[in-house]
């Protein structure tokens, strides 16, 4: 299948600092691109979908002025957690989907455990 | 609005044990059904999908029905491995740019030796 990475996969910052982690599609272009953010008891959050060259698009409930998504390419999307505090540290996903069928699975990368001091 | 339900867990067997895992979901139309598994400290994966009623999808032992008159896609699995412990997300898609996954809050399985 299709390969998803994500960078870094772990990281641990200040508070009121800003994190950036990048998701790319390693070996096809993505139509699409999800953000989630995964829960201790494994729910998974979908935080926002974004298109190539297009604004994203935010879930309700989730400041879009705090998770800054740049979709700079059909490879590439950055999730940046600005000013981010203690409430901030989770684990976030990053997906990506080939087409736009209902029968086109999504490609999750490993994820990145953000932790906020 | 289109919604997946699926059981809660965690979900105890021992290995060789027969597994069910439960997925009922509500959409208009005829969306796309898929199965996601998250091994420990790994991303999500696809399992299997079904593409349309009556459809089955399997891998690796794996098997799910896509049953339009109950609007289900059960998970099940003849005999389970220590190696099948991980964490199953039920989902569906209904295509087009506009549309996403919609997921199930998943189910963990543990499988005892």
């Known amino acids: 299948g299709a390969v998803v990475s994500q960078h870094p996969s772990w990281v641990i910052c200040k508070s009121g600092t800003s994190v950036k982690i990048e998701c790319r599609s390693l070996?096809?272009?993505?139509?699409?691109m999800f953000w989630y953010r995964q829960f201790p008891k494994q729910s998974l959050m979908l935080m926002a979908t974004s298109n190539e060259g297009s604004k994203a698009t935010y879930e309700q409930g989730v400041e879009k002025d705090k998770f800054l998504i740049n979709h700079a390419s059909l490879t590439l999307s950055t999730l940046t957690v600005t000013s981010a505090h203690p409430e901030d540290s989770s684990f976030y996903i990053c997906?990506?989907?080939?087409?736009?069928?209902?029968?086109?699975?999504?490609?999750f990368g490993p994820g990145t455990r953000l932790t906020v001091l | 609005g289109n919604s997946v339900t699926q059981m809660e867990g965690p979900v105890t067997l021992s290995e060789e044990a027969f597994l069910t895992i439960n997925c009922t979901y509500t959409a208009t139309g005829y969306p796309s059904l898929f199965w996601y598994v998250q091994y420990p400290g790994e991303g999500l994966q696809l399992l299997l999908k079904?593409?349309?009623?009556?459809d089955k999808g399997s891998n690796k032992g794996f098997e799910a029905t896509y049953r339009k008159e109950t609007t289900s896609f059960h998970l099940e699995k003849g005999s389970v491995q220590v190696s099948d412990s991980a964490v199953y997300f039920c989902?569906?898609?209904?295509?087009?740019?506009?549309?996403?996954?919609?997921f199930g809050a998943g189910t963990r399985l543990f499988v005892k030796a």
């Open positions: 070996d096809f272009q993505a139509t699409t």
């Open positions: 989902a569906l898609n209904q295509g087009g740019g506009g549309f996403k996954t919609i």
């Open positions: 997906s990506a989907r080939k087409g736009l069928e209902s029968y086109n699975e999504q490609f």
């Open positions: 079904a593409t349309k009623a009556d």
